[in-house]
């Protein structure tokens, strides 16, 4: 890329790795628990999208679902690692 534009007011998580399994108990709305390691810090937030289309990540088949935040906190940067939970019951 020569360019990338983001609103950093406004932070997403993008999963990279929920199984074609897993997909299927996933829907917009649900909420989830965000854990940012580098802050040691959880957050609450809510599926805004799931991608249509699948792609392979070592022999498995994953789908990227992105997570808005419900807060941005203090030290929150763009990359940071993450771990997600999402409430699926």
């Known amino acids: 890329p020569v360019l ?3 609103d950093l007011s406004r932070l997403q998580v993008e999963t990279v790795d929920l199984s074609e399994r897993d997909v299927l108990r996933v829907s917009l709305g649900q909420p989830a628990i965000v854990y940012v390691e580098a802050l040691g810090e959880e957050i609450e937030g ?44």
């Open 4 to 6: 990338a534009l983001a």
């Open 46 to 89: 809510r599926v805004v999208g799931i991608a249509p289309q699948s792609t392979t990540i070592g022999g498995d088949v994953v789908y990227t679902v992105y997570v808005e935040l419900g807060e941005q906190p203090p030290g929150l940067r763009w990359g940071m690692s993450v771990d997600v939970e999402i409430d699926t019951e």
